[in-house]
């Protein structure tokens, strides 16, 4: 499974590049803002730090609107992807994007039913997401099993993307199932690293040495 961080911050993106265990970023409007900076300057710093899939929201409503945004977004790098709401109209503008040889990333799915919609409308990326689901009562991941299921049946090779990850939990049970990628929270993919008995082995490995030195 792949692991994405889910932020417009550089300096985020540069230190997960850094560990060499990060292979893409997502954006959207809401972590643009948070960010701050020119969406499109940000998304080429990024896209200039990670090689991978770079996913570029776009907010028109109609299809015309999405397809032009789209456009003008693969012109910034190569490993933009175009991200589109699952809505009708994106759907449209998926299938045309996908002709011009564009990839896009269907986001805001909810539902099984909207998955089979993205795939058999040539998305590259799925991108259901847990945590939201998981705030009004629902249990996120079983969607995940849901489409993971679906895309086996038909060997759809739209990659299931696991987005809204809130928790280690959710990485952990995104690779499970089997999902392709999981996007997180800089602050998510640093507790992955963590487990109190590492630190503890350290601690003592440490520990034992310097009696080791002591004792030449
Ligand atoms: O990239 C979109 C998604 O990950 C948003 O997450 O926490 O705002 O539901 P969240």
Known sequence: MDLFLDTASVQEVRQGAETGLISGVTTNPSLALKAGGDYNDVLKEICSIVKGPVSAETVSLDADGMVKEGVAFSKIAKNIVVKVPMTVEGMKA?????RKDIKVNVT????????LLAAKSGAFIVSPFVGRLDDIGEVGMNLIKDIRLIY???????????ASIRNPIHVLEAAKIGADIATMPYSVFEQLFKHSLTDVG???FLEDWEKVLKRK
């Not at 805001?108 to 998955?115: I, K, V």
């Not at 086996?152 to 696991?162: A, G």
């Open 94 to 98: 998926c299938q045309r994007l996908t």
């Open 108 to 115: 805001l799915c909810f539902s099984p039913n909207q998955a």
């Open 152 to 162: 086996n049946n038909y060997k759809f090779t739209t990659q299931i993307l696991v």
């Open 202 to 204: 350290i601690k003592r």
